[in-house]
């Protein structure tokens, strides 16, 4: 049963925790987005396809966002208390600082949970799908629906095609076709043509009344051949990605593989709600200000504590992935660090005279 102090505070840290976390994804998204405009400039991405990627790479981030928001929202919800003496006064209601953990206890679970489904279920299936949508993206882009006025390029620039305009169903006029096979060069000019299957893996470019000349650039051996019809069969490379992601792979297949790439991913799944926890348990006592204390004043130290902390856990992970001696033990040990200083300071607390030295007695 939570009691009035603990549902307080319980709400503090919920709004803050919110606040803060809302205006880091306001910042990332700024930063995701122009990055995708980018992309989209290069490649002419279509208005749903750029919204599509926005929202899947906002999903794969908040695994960061959160842990990180929870993080400075107790710190700063805390922060306030103690700089407005609200929690001097409770701590001489007989109430310490073991008692807060409650209610920001409640908090940190559900936000590890929350986490626990995005580690292991969301984030990589979002990823899988953006990834996807770029390849499709790409390949549609590299042969889709011809524009009138502007030579579209594909097969490494083997191939090009051009129109002059094109009316409403799809006829294309003042056709130019230009291929390229090995030494030899086929040219074609043609009145009207049409894209069939534009987009798609195969495609046919149909000419209608039209001209084509084969031969090669200097010889003057040419062959002109007039034609009522001519199709040019079109297929497109198939995209792929680079190199296998294993962040991108459902975590059942993570469990099947013992490969150190697997088992470093598998491991950084699990640590992330850990994290959340661990970092709910280190905001408690890094939040206490002394008297006169600005309310900011530890936010420089709690970043600082999370940056030491979060790349630790990237570099182990790194070790895990080479099978390094380094990631021998696993992600599981950084997390005692920061338990450790937290158990460390609670201690301080509680016994604030153990650095002084008895005084030899008088004789």
């Given at each position: 049963?939570?009691?009035?102090?603990?549902?307080?505070?319980?709400?503090?840290?919920?709004?803050?925790?919110?606040?803060?976390?809302?205006?880091?994804?306001?910042?990332?998204?700024?930063?995701?987005?122009?990055?995708?405009?980018?992309?989209?400039?290069?490649?002419?991405?279509?208005?749903?396809?750029?919204?599509?990627?926005?929202?899947?790479?906002?999903?794969?981030?908040?695994?960061?966002?959160?842990?990180?928001?929870?993080?400075?929202?107790?710190?700063?919800?805390?922060?306030?208390?103690?700089?407005?003496?609200?929690?001097?006064?409770?701590g001489a209601c007989g109430i310490g600082p073991l008692s807060i953990y409650r209610p920001v206890l409640l908090l940190a679970v559900g936000v590890a949970v929350a986490l626990v489904v995005l580690s292991f279920v969301v984030v990589p299936a979002a990823g899988a799908r953006a990834q996807q949508i770029r390849i499709e993206a790409l390949r549609v882009a590299q042969f889709g629906a011809l524009e009138p006025g502007r030579f579209r390029s594909f097969a490494g620039g083997d191939a090009v095609f051009y129109a002059e305009r094109v009316d409403r169903t799809g006829q294309l006029y003042g056709v130019f076709v230009q291929r390229r096979a090995e030494d030899r060069v086929e040219l074609a000019v043609a009145e009207r043509a049409e894209q069939r299957g534009a987009g798609q893996m195969e495609q046919e470019f149909v000419l209608y009344d039209g001209r084509r000349y084969e031969g090669v650039p200097g010889s003057p051996e040419w062959r002109v051949v007039e034609f009522r019809e001519h199709g040019i069969p079109v297929r497109l490379p198939e995209y792929k990605a680079q190199k296998e992601r294993y962040e991108l792979k459902p975590t059942a297949a993570l469990l099947d593989s013992s490969e150190g790439p697997a088992r470093a991913e598998l491991a950084w799944r699990a640590a992330v709600p850990v994290m959340a926890l661990v970092l709910m348990v280190l905001a408690v006592p890094l939040a206490k200000l002394r008297p006169r204390q600005g309310r900011f004043a530890r936010i420089g130290l709690a970043i600082l504590a999370y940056f030491l902390y979060s790349n630790l856990l990237a570099a182990v992970r790194v070790w895990m992935e080479k099978d390094s001696v380094g990631g021998q033990l696993g992600l599981w040990w950084v997390h005692l660090l920061p338990l450790g200083l937290t158990a460390a300071m609670l201690w301080a607390e509680e016994h604030p005279n153990w650095r002084r030295r008895r005084e030899p007695a008088a004789a």
């Amino acid at each position: 049963m939570l009691t009035r102090l603990d549902r307080y505070l319980l709400r503090e840290a919920a709004v803050t925790f919110a606040a803060v976390t809302a205006v880091l994804l306001m910042i990332l998204l700024s930063n995701q987005l122009a990055r995708i405009l980018g992309q989209a400039a290069q490649a002419a991405l279509s208005g749903r396809i750029l919204l599509a990627l926005v929202g899947l790479t906002t999903l794969q981030h908040l695994t960061i966002l959160l842990p990180v928001g929870l993080f400075l929202g107790i710190m700063l919800a805390l922060g306030r208390l103690y700089h407005e003496s609200e929690m001097t006064a409770v701590g001489a209601c007989g109430i310490g600082p073991l008692s807060i953990y409650r209610p920001v206890l409640l908090l940190a679970v559900g936000v590890a949970v929350a986490l626990v489904v995005l580690s292991f279920v969301v984030v990589p299936a979002a990823g899988a799908r953006a990834q996807q949508i770029r390849i499709e993206a790409l390949r549609v882009a590299q042969f889709g629906a011809l524009e009138p006025g502007r030579f579209r390029s594909f097969a490494g620039g083997d191939a090009v095609f051009y129109a002059e305009r094109v009316d409403r169903t799809g006829q294309l006029y003042g056709v130019f076709v230009q291929r390229r096979a090995e030494d030899r060069v086929e040219l074609a000019v043609a009145e009207r043509a049409e894209q069939r299957g534009a987009g798609q893996m195969e495609q046919e470019f149909v000419l209608y009344d039209g001209r084509r000349y084969e031969g090669v650039p200097g010889s003057p051996e040419w062959r002109v051949v007039e034609f009522r019809e001519h199709g040019i069969p079109v297929r497109l490379p198939e995209y792929k990605a680079q190199k296998e992601r294993y962040e991108l792979k459902p975590t059942a297949a993570l469990l099947d593989s013992s490969e150190g790439p697997a088992r470093a991913e598998l491991a950084w799944r699990a640590a992330v709600p850990v994290m959340a926890l661990v970092l709910m348990v280190l905001a408690v006592p890094l939040a206490k200000l002394r008297p006169r204390q600005g309310r900011f004043a530890r936010i420089g130290l709690a970043i600082l504590a999370y940056f030491l902390y979060s790349n630790l856990l990237a570099a182990v992970r790194v070790w895990m992935e080479k099978d390094s001696v380094g990631g021998q033990l696993g992600l599981w040990w950084v997390h005692l660090l920061p338990l450790g200083l937290t158990a460390a300071m609670l201690w301080a607390e509680e016994h604030p005279n153990w650095r002084r030295r008895r005084e030899p007695a008088a004789a």
